[in-house]
């Protein structure tokens, strides 16, 4: 059963692969009964906008409460930040008498974790995200916050953007005075990473974008940053990237939608390859893992961000893991499949070796 609805996922994300290729008859078939079914706008597989301003999402809002997983051991809890606006988050924390196979002793390094959807869907309380989340944990031996930030269209960007800052705000503050107990008993801030795939890579980028130019409290820093198959689009194709103009103007107007015309296609929000050399060298981390699926439409992006930050003379290390013959986020669905095994590694070793990297030059 859970692989025919992994597999059904799976499908879905792989014809979101072109993140909206245009459809001629964007109406799917009638499913409102007051608005018509006229719509508005499709972000094809995520939602469908209907002009009676009503929205339906085909995928990612089933959630699972916090719990203590069997199979790992790792914790979780869900936290309400600010009750006004809605934000919360999802914490987690490894089982640390089970914790040898990783180094646990003392305190852990900290996963700030922003979900993919597009902007649009999915939740920190997702299936989907509760078993990356649990694996991450347990595997890298870290306390993760994942955070809950609204979604477009009820909420366009930049608001997906500021929950995300007051959420990794948040976590400096419990960290060094609480009350949070987990973070202020187990959180070592000078292991701080942000994580996140397709959208929230495209977060965890602006996150660290923020904290260069404007630095975070206390002079806190981020070690590095994991963006997993990130979603970044601009006016002009980088290498290999499809010149179909009608994709481009789909993928034009589908951010449009998710930021309702805030920021242009070449806006650096999403399209950080056009940022001079200057601007990219203000990019708040010591470390950049970038991911990409040799199938996903997006791995183009992905590349060129690697490309024009090493190109840019940036101080830190950027890395980019190529995983080939898969599609976009293969390993939110594809979990048990060796190459999202491997590609978890990876992330974990990016986590975990930013440790040793960290006492070399203490020591030097
Ligand atoms: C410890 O971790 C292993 C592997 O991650 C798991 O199989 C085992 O159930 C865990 N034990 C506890 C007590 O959580
Ligand atoms: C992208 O979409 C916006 C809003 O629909 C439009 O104003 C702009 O001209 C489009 N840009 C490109 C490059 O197509």
Same mark, same amino acid.
């Given at each position: ?44 597989? @995520? ?10 999402? @085909? ?53 700030? @974790? ?78 701080? @990473? ?171």
């Amino acid at each position: 059963m859970a692989a025919s609805i992994s597999s059904a996922l799976l499908l879905l994300l792989n014809m979101a692969g072109a993140l909206l290729s245009p459809r001629a008859s964007p109406a799917p078939a009638s499913t409102g009964a007051d608005d018509g079914g006229d719509v508005e706008f499709l972000f094809f597989p @995520f939602l469908v906008l209907y002009k009676s301003g009503r929205v339906e999402r @085909f995928m990612g809002t089933d959630t699972v409460p916090a719990s203590t997983d069997p199979v790992t051991g790792v914790a979780s809890k869900d936290v309400v930040i600010d009750a006004g606006g809605g934000l919360a988050v999802r914490l987690y924390m490894p089982n640390l008498a089970n914790c040898t196979a990783v180094r646990c002793a003392g305190k852990l390094p900290v996963v700030v @974790f922003y979900h993919g959807g597009g902007f649009v869907t999915e939740s920190a309380f997702s299936p989907t995200y509760q078993r990356y989340l649990n694996a991450l944990v347990s595997k890298a031996g870290v306390l993760a916050v994942s955070v809950d930030y609204r979604l477009a269209p009820e909420h366009p960007l930049p608001a997906g953007y500021d929950d995300a800052w007051v959420a990794l705000l948040w976590v400096l503050k419990n960290a060094r005075s609480g009350p949070e107990p987990w973070l202020s008993r187990h959180a070592d801030l000078t292991r701080l @990473f942000l994580v996140g795939d397709s959208a929230g890579g495209n977060i965890a980028h602006n996150m660290a974008m923020r904290a260069g130019r404007d630095g975070l409290p206390g002079g806190a820093t981020i070690r590095g940053i994991a963006l997993l198959d990130p979603f970044f689009l601009g006016k002009r194709p980088v290498p290999s990237e499809t010149r179909d103009p009608e994709v481009r103007r789909a993928r034009n107007r589908t951010w449009s939608f998710v930021c309702a015309g805030r920021y242009g296609i070449d806006d650096p929000v999403i399209n950080p390859v056009a940022m001079a050399s200057e601007e990219w060298r203000r990019l708040g981390c010591a470390r950049v893992l970038v991911t990409v699926a040799g199938l996903d439409t997006l791995s183009a992006r992905g590349r060129a961000y690697v490309e024009a930050l090493r190109s840019s003379r940036w101080g830190g290390e950027v890395e980019l893991y190529e995983t080939a013959g898969e599609n976009h986020v293969y390993f939110l669905v594809k979990t048990d499949c060796e190459k999202a095994a491997k590609e978890m590694e990876a992330v974990v070793a990016f986590i975990n070796s930013d440790q040793v990297i960290t006492a070399s030059r203490m020591d030097a």
